[in-house]
């Protein structure tokens, strides 16, 4: 039987598993629609959750944390419900972290499996957050923005709206990024591509060759200065490399355009 807090309040259609922990001052909103609670979730204390919203397995939520609530956006109107919220098995979300449910009817604002996010950290509408993701406190992600698997990213950062952050990428502290971030970049200053993640790319168990192949893309990219098409083009030289190819796929589905390279200055002799 699931261990519910006396002092809990729940309104509406709650659906929750019987090994569930919900700690003190936790507030269950389903009025606007279902809320699921999956298999060993555990609600810490004055979590409050507004369905629809679908958590997974193994789930835990610190206290403050707000899940489900209207996306802020002048013109929405709080009522409606839209498709919510679903969040996958094994996330952890420290204390102050909210997630707002979607504004379009595309489908919920969705999170994946293995994710921390630390304190205060913010999911904005529509966002789509895939696996091990790590954003540290006060990592703010605007509406429909992506970030894939294994992203990290650092303390007080911001990604702009509709942006896409690729897989294995470091983006460092008090930065943010109005540009999409192709896969396996570390991102060192607003919108600059410093170097490649060589540690997180480790970490990940890439081999030396896909690593190497990944150096290359960087350098064709970020490195030679050239048009986005001119790019693209050399790195279809060797688009049978899966690592490549996963570089080419960013690009041409890029919609916003990806971050430049560091600017090399040149040492004026005398």
Not at 58 to 65: A, K, M, S
Request: hydrophobic share 40%; net charge neutral.
């Amino acid at each position: 039987m699931a261990d519910v807090h006396p002092s809990v309040i729940v309104h509406g259609e709650v659906c929750k598993a019987d090994d569930v922990a919900i700690g003190p001052g936790c507030v269950i909103d389903a009025t606007g629609g279902p809320v699921i609670l999956g298999p060993q979730t555990r609600l810490i204390g004055s979590v409050y959750l507004q369905g629809p919203v679908t958590i997974g397995t193994g789930n835990t939520l610190y206290p403050f944390v707000c899940i489900g609530f209207a996306p802020q956006s002048v013109g929405y109107d709080p009522a409606r419900a839209g498709p919510g919220v679903t969040i996958g098995d094994h996330n952890v979300f420290r204390e102050g972290t909210t997630v707002h449910r979607a504004m379009t009817d595309d489908g919920p604002t969705t999170i994946g499996d293995h994710n921390y996010l630390m304190t205060n950290a913010h999911v904005g509408h529509d966002s789509r957050v895939g696996d091990h993701c790590i954003f540290a406190s006060g990592v703010l992600l605007g509406g429909h923005v992506i970030i894939d698997d294994r992203a990290n990213i650092g303390g007080n950062t911001a990604v702009h709206q509709f942006c896409r952050v690729g897989r294995g990428t470091m983006l460092s502290g008090a930065i943010c990024t109005t540009l999409d971030v192709p896969p396996f970049v570390t991102l060192t200053a607003i919108n600059v591509a410093g170097a490649v993640n060589q540690v997180g790319m480790r970490r990940m168990g890439l081999s030396r060759d896909e690593i190497e192949d990944i150096r290359w893309a960087f350098k064709i990219i970020f490195r030679r200065q050239l048009p986005p098409s001119a790019a693209l083009e050399v790195l279809r030289e060797r688009a049978e490399r899966p690592m490549v190819a996963e570089f080419i796929s960013f690009l041409e589905s890029s919609r916003r355009g990806i971050c430049r390279g560091k600017v090399q200055t040149k040492r004026i002799p005398g």
